[in-house]
């Protein structure tokens, strides 16, 4: 079946999950720095929520970019990517409401971590249902980066009981690594 179904409802539900995000951020009541400061914490949660939302974004429109076409267990593994991005605005509030506490933020990493395997069974399922040579086939594949991601949100979960900060410096680091997409499939449906 084509894709464009697809690539559309996700556009629609990550629209939403920003727009939902951005909603959280109060305004705060004076004019006077004293008023504002409280409310750093929700602002850089939602940044680094925001540039999360966004790489997700990104590295999917390239993913079904080099896609033909969508099959049933496609759309399966696309629902639950869509499922854990959707709850990425409740931690994303819980983080900012509590302070870098230790279960918000691990609960955070959960969240990541849970939509990058939800991206990486999409990245699979997309592989696994084209032909060898199609451009997503040539393109795709989980990689050392996004290996290494997994691997930092499972340490960043457990240190979020030592150490809250550490936590929140993997998760900053992770998505400036991600900041620059792979190239792969932009090479591949150049050339």
Known sequence: MPKDRMVAFSDGVIAVIITIMVLELKVPHGEELRTV?????VFLSYVLSFLYVGIYWNNHHHLLQAAEYVNGRILWANLHL???????PFATGWLGENHAASLPVAVYG?????SAVAYTILNQELVRNHEAGA??????????KGMLSIACYVLAIALAFVNPWISCALYVAVALSWFIPERRIEQQLAG
């Open 37 to 41: 400061l409280p409310l750093v914490p």
């Open 82 to 88: 869509l499922f854990w991005l959707s709850l990425i």
């Open 135 to 144: 451009a997503v086939t040539r393109s795709s594949g989980i990689g050392l």
């Open 110 to 114: 959960v969240v990541l971590l849970f």
